[in-house]
């Protein structure tokens, strides 16, 4: 942890790594827990005291009653899903108004932003994005072509500039021709989720976090979504629309990178990717299945299947490149006990041709794996890094080696307690 510092906690690979249980941990030693990217395609599972949430534009720091926590002007936020999402913690006991601030500068997803997803999709027909619908492109797209609403301007005639901007969407759904759609229930929900969301405090966050940072505060940025869907840097055109890497931190949250810390990247003990695009490492057999079962491998989000294949090391390496990584944390290392040997992707292959950076365009390329002795013991009791048997050690060293960063954490099922901290 550094002091007066922004410390970033991020996916590094295609998200669903897992952040939102490591944030609940982190917590206790953070002021302030910050979203800076994504919206509501984002679905951070936490399992607290038995009970399980899902986290889709609420930070996970929201749990931890000292805390505030902050949706970052970087962010897209539907008022309805925000409405519904943060009524339940409510409900739960959790009192919101006063710990979770929004920034005027964060970007309103409309429900025509929703449509557009879908009518966008529709257009590109097999090469669709396979988007989570929720209309994180158009709503991006309007921010890049300074035609958005940001949650700011719900204070400012708010009414004028929705119907403009819904408009302005349903002249484009004309020209697409898709017209087969009716928000009318979904418009009055969003409405209420306007008003709902107006009981929060809407802030200039940069200068809040700013501020926090000056006092000799500690941050967390909570990452969403994984490197390898960032606009810039991901497997682009089949990616997210949003910076989800440490730079994204920056402009997300208005933070100059001398404040960045340490940068924490998580990753599972294997990879997954939901939607569409190329995953060299996909096992399009009964293993892949088997690691799908075993880690329950559903978005959480849509409920699709995530594909799942072995560890991907090439991707790993350029992510940490990207990010500047400073420590690891691995993910559901248990989902892997019952297997006898375990693969590591260390290379792609095309056209006899090899590579082990990440190539521009990742379509066709082969993995080249090297295998590693499982270690078959069930890890999920574990309380202390000297209980690991030695095959586990054994694989931790061999990722440390190979992607030359430690591994700190490692965390070996899904309740807190699971966690633990490496020597
Ligand atoms: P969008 O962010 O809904 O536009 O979807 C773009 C791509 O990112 C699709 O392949 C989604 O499946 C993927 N995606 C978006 N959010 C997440 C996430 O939180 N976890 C994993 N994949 C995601």
């Not at 000292?66 to 009524?87: H, S, T």
């Not at 594909?307 to 090439?314: F, K, N």
Request: one cysteine or more; a negative charge; charged letters at 25%.
């Amino acid at each position: 942890m550094s002091t007066g510092k922004v410390d970033a906690l991020l996916g590094i690979v295609f998200g669903d790594e897992g952040k939102g249980k490591v944030v609940d941990v982190f917590t206790p030693q953070y002021d302030v827990v910050a979203r800076f990217a994504g919206g509501p395609n984002a679905g951070h599972t936490i399992i607290f005291e038995g009970k399980k949430f899902v986290l889709r534009s609420i930070p996970s720091g929201i749990f931890d009653e000292g805390k505030l926590n902050i949706i970052g002007n970087g962010c897209v936020i539907a008022p309805d899903l925000f409405m519904a999402e943060a009524q339940e913690l409510e409900s739960a006991g959790y009192d919101l108004k006063s710990r979770l601030h929004i920034s005027r500068r964060a970007h309103l997803i409309l429900p025509t932003h929703r449509v557009l997803d879908r009518a966008y999709e529709a257009a590109k027909g097999k090469n669709k994005v396979g988007t989570t619908g929720k209309g994180i492109g158009p709503t991006y797209s309007d921010k890049a072509s300074r035609t958005g609403l940001r949650v700011g301007d719900i204070q400012q005639n708010f009414q004028e500039k929705y119907e403009t901007l819904k408009a302005r969407h349903e002249q484009i759904l004309r020209d697409l021709h898709y017209t087969d759609y009716d928000i009318t229930d979904e418009e009055a929900l969003w409405m209420r989720g306007i008003q709902y969301m107006s009981q929060f405090p809407i802030t200039d966050t940069e200068i809040e976090i700013n501020q926090a940072l000056e006092e000799g505060k500690n941050v967390l940025a909570e990452g969403a979504q994984g490197t390898m869907l960032d606009i810039d840097h991901g497997t682009y055109p089949f990616v997210s629309s949003s910076n989800t890497c440490t730079g994204g931190v920056c402009t997300g949250l208005g933070v100059a990178p001398n404040r960045i810390g340490e940068v924490f990247g998580i990753f599972k003990a294997y990879s997954t990717r939901v939607g569409s695009g190329p995953f060299p490492v996909e096992l399009f057999d009964e293993i892949g299945d088997k690691i799908r079962e075993i880690g329950h491998e559903y978005g959480a989000v849509t409920g699709r299947n995530r594909r799942c294949g072995w560890i991907d090391l090439v991707a790993l390496r350029y992510a940490i490149m990207i990010n500047g990584v400073t420590q690891l944390i691995m993910m559901k290392s248990d989902v892997l006990d019952t297997f006898e040997t375990i693969r590591a992707c260390v290379a792609y292959e095309k056209n006899g041709q090899r590579t082990t950076t990440m190539p521009y365009d990742t379509e066709g390329w082969q993995a080249v794996y090297e295998d590693i002795p499982g270690w078959q013991t069930d890890l999920t009791q574990m309380t202390s890094q000297d209980q690991f048997p030695e095959a586990f050690q054994n694989y931790i060293k061999y990722l440390e080696s190979a992607l030359e960063r430690p591994i700190t954490i490692v965390s070996v099922g899904p309740d807190r307690a699971q966690t633990i901290e490496m020597n």
